[in-house]
């Protein structure tokens, strides 16, 4: 009997986290299995055999998306053909819906069963795509708790397996061996500069936190500053931003980067729910391009953007958008999340009742419990492999 074979496909930086955690839970149930698909490093040191890299992929908007309708295509192509010719036991897609729902649609009519990990955000916009999803996915895995009823109500076989960030978030070494290996000095303040995980977001944003960092170091001289680069973000486009600005650059010590910070200026996305995991105080920010941001603002339902805030249901951390993201406003709320001790505790507490709600753990094991079911459901042989 040929070894058991898996397709896993993801977008950008969170999900290659995400997915190298999957694969590797999928190969201790599946010791001798064969995995391939679409991802980074961190999927590819997992033992996945990487068919093309999110640096293509990693795209902010529709409209950003167009420059890269070609390379997404190739992409698209390459991944069908493969798995027409070599057909998985299941596919497991991890969020990237622009993209996952067409593969998904070609992964249904091959009678390849799928299981979609990390929901598309359809309570924030295009809710239109739960139809979709209920006809093409053969199981929806979500990390929110509020997503499960959206998906059970419109008859999607739905699981709640917990957020993946609770398993991996945490500091790996003290704050004295960080400073030491940075040259920082362990009691004066940091503040960590996180502007995002794709190219284009990184320039939409880490410039105005260069300026607000100036405005803070102009206030409070002893300030150092910290910039964690995202993995498989090439390190050349934040140099030529940085120029020779007194910013530290972090390479594979993002959670000690953050938890080591008195406070974190964080773009919208992973990092906001990391930072708020490993208890620093945050301002989230974020600016896209103005068509974007302008056809945005009719099609989504949500008040609020942060997801720490979205979970919570209130602006329990501050946040900055477009216009609201400037020098000034980020350089201001920076240094009240450093030195105001009331809203301080205010943050942290409502950060333990945000982690109550991610679930109990393991998340990565839930998967592959889920994905052994789909298979044993659809061919009960192939859970031999």
Same mark, same amino acid.
């Given at each position: 009997m040929n070894p058991t074979r898996f397709l896993i496909v993801a977008g950008e930086a969170s999900g290659d986290m995400y997915g190298a955690e999957v694969a590797r839970a999928l190969k201790r149930r599946f010791p001798a299995a064969s995995l391939f698909g679409h991802g980074g490093q961190r999927m590819r040191d997992a033992g996945v055999e990487i068919e093309a890299d999110i640096s293509h992929t990693a795209v902010v908007g529709p409209f950003e998306a167009i420059a890269y309708f070609g390379t997404l295509y190739r992409i698209f192509r390459r991944l069908a053909d493969r798995t027409e010719a070599e057909p998985p036991d299941a596919?497991?897609?991890?969020?990237?819906? /622009?993209?996952?729902?067409?593969?998904?649609?070609? @992964?249904?009519? %091959?009678?390849?069963?799928?299981?979609?990990? #990390?929901? &598309?955000?359809?309570?924030?916009?295009?809710?239109?795509?739960?139809?979709?999803?209920?006809?093409?996915?053969?199981?929806?895995?979500?990390?929110?708790?509020?997503?499960?009823?959206?998906?059970?109500?419109?008859?999607?076989?739905?699981?709640?397996?917990?957020?993946?960030?609770?398993?991996?978030?945490?500091?790996?070494?003290?704050?004295?061996?960080?400073?030491?290996?940075?040259?920082? /000095?362990?009691?004066?303040?940091?503040?960590?500069? @996180?502007?995002? %995980?794709?190219?284009?977001?990184?320039?939409? #944003?880490? &410039?105005?936190?260069?300026?607000?960092?100036?405005?803070?170091?102009?206030?409070?001289?002893?300030?150092?500053?910290?910039?964690?680069?995202?993995?498989?973000?090439?390190?050349?486009i934040v140099d030529d931003i940085l120029r020779a600005r007194p910013i530290t650059v972090v390479t594979g010590e993002t959670y000690n980067a953050i938890r080591y910070a008195r406070a974190a200026m964080v773009a919208s996305g992973t990092a906001t729910l990391e930072t708020a995991l490993l208890g620093t105080p945050e301002v989230i920010v974020y600016r896209i391009g103005r068509a974007t941001w302008f056809l945005g603002k009719f099609l989504l339902k949500v008040r609020l953007f942060g997801i720490v805030n979205i979970i919570l249901g209130e602006e329990v951390v501050p946040e900055l958008f477009q216009d609201k993201f400037t020098p000034e406003a980020v350089s201001r709320m920076t240094i009240k999340l450093m030195d105001d001790v009331w809203m301080q505790s205010k943050i942290r507490g409502n950060y333990e009742r945000l982690r109550r709600q991610l679930g109990g753990g393991k998340v990565a094991d839930r998967v592959a419990d889920a994905v052994t079911r789909v298979i044993s459901s659809s061919s009960p042989q192939r859970t031999k492999g």
């Open positions: 596919a497991v897609l991890i969020d990237f819906p /622009d993209f996952n729902l067409r593969l998904a649609k070609r @992964l249904k009519a %091959s009678g390849i069963p799928v299981i979609y990990y #990390i929901s &598309p955000q359809v309570w924030a916009w295009r809710e239109g795509r739960v139809k979709q999803i209920r006809e093409l996915v053969d199981k929806m895995l979500v990390i929110f708790p509020f997503e499960e009823e959206i998906y059970k109500s419109a008859g999607v076989d739905v699981e709640f397996v917990g957020h993946p960030l609770k398993d991996t978030v945490k500091a790996t070494g003290s704050k004295e061996e960080f400073c030491r290996k940075y040259g920082l /000095d362990p009691k004066k303040p940091i503040v960590a500069m @996180l502007p995002g %995980s794709r190219r284009k977001e990184v320039r939409f #944003i880490l &410039p105005t936190l260069c300026e607000a960092s100036a405005r803070i170091a102009a206030e409070k001289p002893d300030t150092q500053f910290v910039l964690p680069i995202a993995s498989g973000l090439d390190r050349k």
